[in-house]
């Protein structure tokens, strides 16, 4: 805690600022009043769900990073100049406690100062994962395909002379597609008698966004990024069904998206492996729906035959 003592001689207003730095990186038009530094608390009710017409938020998971950053309030936030300051957090036993991340945004560990703030107005502007903002403090600096991505701001937030205060974020929003891939045997075969993905590898995806709006969706776009998900991320469900999820950014439908499949059969009782080339022409990725793509694997005369089929919100068939 740090308490701030007024006087209206310059010596003691440079002492002020001087002394508000330990709460506050940077100084509003007019300063807050005088005082004792609060230490504030977050709640987050959770991210918006990617099933269903619901918005109704679903928990962050355990170990989720979260970076909260704390403007003055202002019509033109977010910006530097009212930038106070921003701690990372994760999700430890349901609760958001201080940590140290990466560049990526992922845990390093647990520790890191609460956020204290004078008694002020604020907008709370949160990021998750907690990657790293631009240097402007208006942008995050890049999102990349493979996480979570979400944002909420919570704004003109009143911080009182409490020894405590507890501040409850909005719900997050998604700004990325979730997509499932599974791949499993044909019905009504016995053949391949056992399945496995060693690889899938989606290509067509657009590239790493850089310098995102905090509040604004990802853009969607085109271009021939590949994203790996490697064997591991596959979970097995019996012998001949394998799933996997992955968040992609946003996809404008511009361009065909591709899957490489790489995997592992029995057949006859050998074991080989298999690969599969192909693609969904058009496919559009909107931020915070989710999709499944299923690869049908079957033994007919020719050898293998494969099969991809699509769904948009698990519920609307989009072709094959």
């Given at each position: 805690?740090?308490?701030?003592?007024?006087?209206?001689?310059?010596?003691?207003?440079?002492?002020?600022?001087?002394?508000?730095?330990?709460?506050?990186?940077?100084?509003?038009?007019?300063?807050?009043?005088?005082?004792?530094?609060?230490?504030?608390?977050?709640?987050?009710?959770?991210?918006?769900?990617?099933?269903?017409?619901?918005?109704?938020?679903?928990?962050?998971?355990?170990?989720?990073?979260?970076?909260?950053?704390?403007?003055?309030?202002?019509?033109?936030?977010?910006?530097?100049?009212?930038l106070c300051q921003e701690v990372t957090y994760c999700v430890r036993?349901?609760?958001?406690?201080?940590?140290?991340?990466?560049?990526?945004?992922?845990?390093?560990?647990?520790?890191?100062?609460?956020?204290?703030?004078?008694?002020?107005?604020?907008?709370?502007?949160?990021?998750?994962?907690?990657?790293?903002?631009?240097?402007?403090?208006?942008?995050?600096?890049?999102?990349?395909?493979?996480?979570?991505?979400?944002?909420?701001?919570?704004?003109?937030?009143?911080?009182?002379?409490?020894?405590?205060?507890?501040?409850?974020?909005?719900?997050?929003?998604?700004?990325?597609?979730?997509?499932?891939?599974?791949?499993?045997?044909?019905?009504?075969?016995?053949?391949?008698?056992?399945?496995?993905?060693?690889?899938?590898?989606?290509?067509?995806?657009?590239?790493?966004?850089?310098?995102?709006?905090?509040?604004?969706?990802?853009?969607?776009?085109?271009?021939?990024?590949?994203?790996?998900?490697?064997g591991e991320a596959f979970t097995s469900s019996g012998a001949t069904?394998?799933?996997?999820?992955?968040?992609?950014?946003?996809?404008?439908?511009?361009?065909?998206?591709?899957?490489?499949?790489?995997?592992?059969?029995?057949?006859?009782?050998?074991?080989?492996?298999?690969?599969?080339?192909?693609?969904?022409?058009?496919?559009?990725?909107?931020?915070?729906?989710?999709?499944?793509?299923?690869?049908?694997?079957?033994?007919?005369?020719?050898?293998?035959?494969?099969?991809?089929?699509?769904?948009?919100?698990?519920?609307?068939?989009?072709?094959?």
């Open positions: 805690m740090c308490k701030l003592i007024f006087s209206p001689s310059r010596g003691a207003i440079f002492l002020m600022a001087t002394l508000m730095a330990a709460a506050c990186s940077k100084e509003p038009a007019e300063f807050p009043e005088p005082g004792e530094a609060v230490m504030v608390n977050f709640v987050v009710p959770g991210v918006e769900q990617t099933t269903g017409a619901t918005k109704a938020g679903e928990a962050l998971a355990e170990g989720t990073t979260v970076r909260i950053a704390a403007y003055y309030h202002d019509p033109g936030n977010p910006q530097l100049s009212t036993d349901g609760k958001l406690v201080p940590c140290l991340v990466d560049g990526n945004g992922n845990l390093t560990a647990f520790g890191g100062q609460d956020m204290e703030l004078l008694s002020y107005a604020y907008d709370f502007y949160a990021v998750s994962p907690a990657l790293p903002l631009s240097t402007d403090k208006r942008l995050v600096s890049q999102v990349p395909h493979g996480v979570d991505y979400a944002t909420s701001v919570t704004a003109n937030q009143n911080i009182s002379t409490s020894k405590v205060q507890t501040v409850s974020l909005t719900t997050l929003s998604r700004r990325c597609a979730k997509v499932d891939f599974v791949v499993k045997r044909a019905d009504g075969v016995t053949e391949p008698s056992t399945l496995s993905v060693n690889e899938l590898t989606v290509g067509g995806l657009r590239p790493t966004c850089t310098n995102v709006a905090i509040i604004s969706s990802v853009p969607a776009g085109v271009g021939s990024t590949t994203y790996v998900l490697p069904t394998a799933s996997a999820s992955a968040f992609l950014l946003p996809a404008s439908g511009a361009g065909p998206i591709t899957f490489d499949y790489k995997l592992s059969c029995t057949i006859g009782g050998y074991e080989s492996n298999e690969t599969f080339s192909g693609e969904v022409p058009s496919l559009n990725l909107e931020a915070g729906k989710r999709y499944t793509v299923t690869l049908t694997v079957r033994l007919n005369t020719a050898g293998l035959a494969f099969e991809v089929r699509q769904v948009i919100d698990n519920s609307t068939d989009i072709g094959e």
